[in-house]
């Protein structure tokens, strides 16, 4: 009889339950990743939406929209494929999603 048969049943839900704490918050060096400092492509989307604030009509206003939506779209894509969690790469598909819906053409 091994040490896992023996294991109360409580004690393997907490175990199941702190691997899947571990999974989806904790980075590879075991560190719980939630926010981390922006990368190029989220300071790009925050600076080309701030001018886009400035700006509100035009060409600049068009160039600066498709700035910050493909910015955010790199973003969300980086985050979804190479995101340090579970967490990470789930916040990456709902900005890709939220990015993509946003585009939409709603009547």
Known sequence: ??????????????ETNLNLFDRTF??????????QPPNLPLLVWLAATGLKLILVSGNLHLGLDAIAFGSLFIWAWQELFQ????FRRALG??????????RLQWS
Do not use: H, K
């Open 1 to 14: 009889m091994n040490a896992e048969q023996t294991m109360p049943d409580t004690l393997r839900i907490m």
């Open 26 to 35: 904790r980075d590879s060096d075991g560190n719980v990743v939630i926010a």
């Open 83 to 86: 995101g340090v969690n579970y």
């Open 93 to 102: 598909f709902v900005v890709l999603l939220g990015a993509i819906a946003s």
